[in-house]
């Protein structure tokens, strides 16, 4: 199946410090990804849709300003969580919908863990 | 409002027996499915998926039927394997004909006992 990277995998950083965390499709173009996050035991959340040469589309109650989404090419999506606190830790996945491939099937990258102290 | 539902957070089994995840859904609009497994500290793996057109779909050990009358799917995984082991979601696309993301359900943690 198609491959999606997420880097990095973890990241320990300070609170009020930015994280960026990238998301690529190493085998296909993704006009589309996605940005979730997973608190433990809880669902897969969404935040926001990146559409690749236009501004992401957010859900509702995630900030846009704090959570910056940039889709700059058709294999790269970047996640920056700005001035980042304690409860910004979180499993954050990036997913990839396959233009040709099953009916809205998306491929997940294997997650970036952050914690913020 | 939680448009996919998981209502059974853990399920344990043991080695050899089938294992049934439930999954419901209210949008009838919803016209496909997909289960996804994910271990710890990794993400989703797509498992199998169904269309509204089928009310069965086949994928070696395993099987998901589609109950459209009563808005209700279920994953059945048989023998189960402690390999199995891990949180399955159930996840259906919007109403959008392209990009469309997905919902998804609570998951459920399966547990294949030795």
């Known amino acids: 199946g198609a491959v999606v990277s997420q880097h990095p995998s973890w990241v320990i950083c300070k609170s009020g410090t930015s994280v960026k965390i990238e998301c690529r499709s190493l085998?296909?173009?993704?006009?589309?990804m996605f940005w979730y996050r997973q608190f433990p035991k809880q669902s897969l959340m969404l935040m926001a849709t990146?559409?690749?040469?236009?501004?992401?589309?957010?859900e509702q109650g995630v900030e846009k300003d704090k959570f910056l989404i940039n889709h700059a090419s058709l294999t790269l999506s970047t996640l920056t969580v700005t001035s980042a606190h304690p409860e910004d830790s979180s499993f954050y996945i990036c997913?990839?919908?396959?233009?040709?491939?099953?009916?809205?099937?998306?491929?997940f990258g294997p997650g970036t863990r952050l914690t913020v102290l | 409002d939680q448009q996919v539902k998981q209502n059974s957070p853990s399920l344990s089994v043991q080695e050899g027996r089938i294992s049934i995840l439930n999954c419901d859904y209210t949008n009838s609009m919803f016209d496909y499915f997909l289960w996804y497994k994910k271990y710890p500290a990794e993400g989703p793996t797509f498992l199998i998926s169904?269309?509204?057109?089928?009310d069965k779909n086949e994928d070696g050990r395993f099987t998901v039927f589609l109950n459209k009358s009563a808005k209700h799917l279920s994953l059945h995984i048989v023998p189960s394997q402690p390999g199995d082991s891990a949180v399955y979601f159930c996840?259906?696309?919007?109403?959008?004909?392209?990009?469309?993301?997905?919902?998804f359900g609570e998951g459920t943690q399966l547990t294949v006992n030795p």
């Open positions: 996840a259906a696309p919007g109403e959008e004909t392209s990009g469309s993301r997905l919902t």
């Open positions: 997913s990839a919908r396959v233009p040709t491939g099953l009916n809205n099937e998306q491929f």
């Open positions: 990146s559409n690749e040469g236009s501004k992401a589309t957010y």
């Open positions: 169904i269309s509204s057109i089928k």
């Open positions: 085998d296909f173009q993704a006009t589309t």
